[in-house]
């Protein structure tokens, strides 16, 4: 490090040289030095959004799709505080994004200052590595180990820099340094091996449960499907690391998911987990004796009990299993499950072609599908949007960002945008509803500014219809559930896009391949009926009580 540089520089450097190439957020007094820097800077560049929360989410978005150091910026107090839900984001999903904040003036600090916030504190709980610049010369140092602790424990670092740092000097050399670091990669012992192996043979009904860590699996994963017989379910994140049309998925578990999953693991004797910590035991079965591969060993175990524990990577792991484990030459427990998928495709199918208006919002998810190229990033927000994605959507070669661990509305939109900056090359869609559109709907016009052909289909159904089907599945009649909204389509094109409003099924279509072929980010809107419910795969007999007691509650309680 060439001495006389300033804090701004050493920090823009360091980010560099950590693969960062765009920074997002608001630019703000406290910043402001660090903003300059990167203005200069040819290697990396400002994305100025329109809700510090926008850049986080695109931030988390970028280090979820490919696994590498994404940043956003945001100044002191209000400016670091909105960038928090979408870094909870990317801790929640595990994925290594750094925050630049503002402070005020190292000499105001602890004096209740304008916009002063203990931005230690309030970062402590979203962070793996949380530390303000106390001194120019300890900022190559603590911008290394904030990147470095970023990428090797695979979650949020924060660094924050008082007013009258970033444009000090620095006056002596920094410790020298580099990206590398030393990644874990456990390896399963031989004995477990055999013992899971041993385990998979003697089962009957097996059935393999992959999550977002068997991503880059799919190949293994349908080489161990066949050679044991035994189907795959998909958790959420999960989805796309097999097709969805490979007749041995059934798709996802749990409520949003399909009845031929939840059929096979209640008849299931093996479950093989594979890089997932399913939160949802209720869908697990009870009896089943569980294999789980998985890399984080704090995971093995964390929801179950686990008969057999393969610490390490998915596809290395069931490399090492396809190895030991018997073929079988036939699985009438797969057969059956196959059958039961082609039922189930059937019904979804049927659901897809009604004509009937207002518009049902699975439309939408299989019109989509049906236009989008098969390599496209998809963008879900929360609530029943998510729904008809996971069920109605099949994937092929799709990539899929949600928020499947914080839940967190207004999530497509600014994934979207941080999808199309990583990945040019990429058709990119988001799927939301009118409430988690409308949260962020305000960085529509960063997609217009920085010409990111991003479509998004807006299901407008005019209320929050997670939070209605709820409330009449606990036996309440809806309450404080009715949106009033803007025609988005009219917003679009106000803001500079392509927009395009939809009240007949057989238009969506079109609609989407319009948007599509405008060259410009669009929405399109989807008058979509609000009486459409995103029915569980099987419905309790408690769930079916309370659902009947709550329209008899919105009938006649006053």
Same mark, same amino acid.
């Given at each position: 490090?060439?001495?006389?540089k ?19 957020g ?40 490919d ?35 503002? =402070? ?47 990428? +090797? ?30 990644? +874990? ?16 043979d ?9 999550g ?16 044991l ?31 031929? +999953? ?80 082609? =039922?189930?495709?059937?019904k979804?199918?049927?659901?897809c ?8 919002? =699975? ?18 927000d929360?609530?029943?949007v ?8 099949? +994937? ?48 529509f ?10 479509i ?76 459409e ?9 408690? =769930? ?5 007691t709550a ?8």
């Amino acid at each position: 490090m060439v001495l006389g540089k300033t804090v701004a520089d050493v920090v823009v450097e360091r980010l560099v040289k950590w693969g960062v190439r765009r920074v997002y957020g608001i630019p703000g007094d406290a910043i402001n030095t660090i903003m300059d820097t990167i203005r200069k800077s040819k290697e990396i560049e400002f994305v100025l959004v329109r809700h510090e929360e926008s850049g986080a989410f695109a931030a988390s978005a970028e280090a979820k799709l490919d696994g590498k150091l994404a940043a956003c910026v945001g100044t002191a107090g209000p400016g670091a505080i909105h960038l928090l839900n979408g870094l909870y984001e990317a801790k929640t999903s595990r994925v290594p994004v750094i925050a630049l904040t503002g =402070q005020v003036d190292s000499d105001m600090i602890g004096t209740d200052y304008f916009q002063e916030i203990d931005l230690l504190r309030l970062y402590a709980d979203v962070s793996v590595y949380n530390q303000r610049i106390a001194s120019p010369d300890d900022a190559a140092v603590v911008i290394e180990t904030a990147c470095r602790n970023a990428v +090797s424990r695979r979650g949020v670092s924060h660094v924050s820099f008082p007013l009258d740092i970033p444009r000090r000097k620095v006056s002596r050399t920094a410790p020298g340094s580099s990206v590398t670091y030393a990644p +874990s990669f456990p390896v399963a012992p031989d004995a477990e091996i055999a013992r899971a192996a041993q385990l998979l043979d003697e089962g009957e009904n097996i059935v393999i449960l992959a999550g977002s860590g068997a991503m880059s699996s799919g190949d293994s994963l349908i080489s161990i499907s066949d050679k044991l017989g035994a189907p795959v379910c998909v958790t959420l994140p999960g989805k796309g690391c097999i097709p969805d049309n490979h007749p041995n998925c059934l798709g996802g578990l749990g409520l949003i998911g399909t009845r031929p +999953s939840q059929d096979a693991m209640e008849k299931a004797d093996t479950v093989l987990l594979v890089g997932t910590s399913y939160p949802y035991t209720q869908f697990l079965p009870n009896h089943a004796r569980i294999i789980q591969i998985d890399i984080d060993p704090d995971q093995i175990g964390k929801r179950c009990r686990v008969d057999a524990a393969l610490l390490g990577d998915a596809d290395s792991s069931l490399r090492r299993l396809l190895q030991l484990v018997k073929e079988r030459k036939s699985s009438e427990f797969l057969e059956q499950c196959r059958r039961e998928m082609v =039922q189930w495709n059937e019904k979804l199918d049927a659901e897809c072609s009604d004509d009937s208006r207002p518009i049902r919002p =699975q439309i939408a998810a299989r019109a989509l599908q049906e236009e989008l190229p098969e390599d496209a990033i998809i963008c879900a927000d929360v609530g029943n949007v998510t729904v008809w994605i996971a069920r109605y959507f099949k +994937s092929a070669r799709h990539r899929f960002i949600f928020s499947p661990w914080l839940g967190s509305m207004g999530v497509a939109l600014p994934s979207a945008i941080g999808a199309a900056f990583s990945h040019p090359q990429k058709t990119v869609a988001a799927f939301a509803g009118d409430g988690g559109f409308t949260m962020l709907m305000g960085d529509f016009n960063t997609a217009v500014k920085y010409s990111l052909p991003i479509i998004c289909v807006v299901i407008n159904n005019g209320i929050l219809g997670m939070i209605k089907f709820e409330q009449e599945v606990m036996g309440h009649p809806e309450f404080g559930i009715e949106l009033h909204n803007p025609n988005y389509a009219d917003y679009a094109t106000a803001c500079g896009g392509f927009g395009i409003r939809v009240t007949d099924p057989a238009e969506v279509r079109n609609a989407i391949r319009s948007a599509l072929t405008s060259g410009k980010p669009s929405i399109v809107e989807i008058m979509a009926d609000p009486r459409e419910r995103p029915m569980p795969p099987k419905i309790r007999s408690a =769930q079916a009580f309370h659902y009947a007691t709550a329209l008899f509650r919105e009938k006649f309680d006053p």
